[in-house]
């Protein structure tokens, strides 16, 4: 077994476990394999163990590895900042984005997706902790964003994204979720049923609040250079 199937069947035990203990569904769940600034072998091994899903944040590079991956059933996800000029691209070569922070934004994305394709999944990314260094709408615009993005014919809004202020505690690590998630639940819109929360240090909190998607790069690859 490669070091990269081992890390992914630990990682997953790590997930199921997490689930057991927050008292949800085993495989409620989803990885994304954080494969950014990784070699396209990486995926492919990633890919012989069994994942599937593989988000990338920048653009040229996911493209050059979509190309050379075209005869794998990947699912890819979009997970950096999004320029205005990049919108079309990523329409186009993305099922998923996670990363949409202002409504010009998501009606690029909506105008430039091809009819050929399904409707474009987003995440509204939430700066929960409202970090001046980090993109994402705050939880006041929350509400009123949905709606205006509720209207576009070509993406569907499937819930939100956000990666809070880190912390040591667990406690502490549990709360930004927690708040972001009810804020969704409190707008009774069952159709908004993902929460992309999550990473490596912080997998057992966002579990524990909700997330239906963790992140998860280093921990599967080893760490970036």
């Known amino acids: 077994m490669t070091s990269i199937a081992s890390n992914l069947n630990s990682i997953k035990a790590d997930i199921r476990l997490a689930e057991s ?88 994305l909506s105008n430039q ?43 569907k809004l499937r819930g939100v994204m956000a990666i809070p202020e880190p912390a040591q505690d667990y406690a502490q690590q549990r709360l930004p979720y927690r708040q972001l998630h009810q804020a969704i639940e409190d707008l009774n819109k069952p159709e908004l049923d993902t929460f992309s929360f999550g990473m490596t240090a912080d997998l057992k909190a966002a579990i524990t609040e909700g997330a239906s998607i963790v992140r998860i790069g280093s921990a599967l690859f080893g760490a970036r250079t």
Not at 133 to 143: D, N, Q
Request: hydrophobic share 35%; aromatic share 6%; glycine share 4%.
């Open 113 to 155: 997706r091809p009819e050929s394709l399904p409707p474009l999944n987003i995440c509204l990314q939430v700066n929960i902790s409202q970090e001046e260094s980090k993109a994402g709408i705050k939880l006041t615009e929350l509400a009123d964003m949905i709606q205006q993005i509720e209207q576009l014919p070509r993406i």
């Open 21 to 108: 203990n927050a008292g949800r569904e085993s495989n409620s769940v989803q990885l994304l394999a954080v494969s950014k600034k990784k070699p396209s072998a990486y995926i492919i091994e990633a890919y012989q163990a069994g994942q599937r899903h593989f988000g990338e944040s920048y653009l040229q590079e996911a493209l050059t590895k979509q190309k050379e991956l075209s005869h794998y059933q990947i699912t890819w996800h979009f997970i950096g900042p999004i320029q205005s000029n990049k919108t079309k691209q990523i329409a186009e070569n993305f099922s998923w984005v996670h990363s949409v922070d202002r409504l010009k934004i998501a009606q690029r």
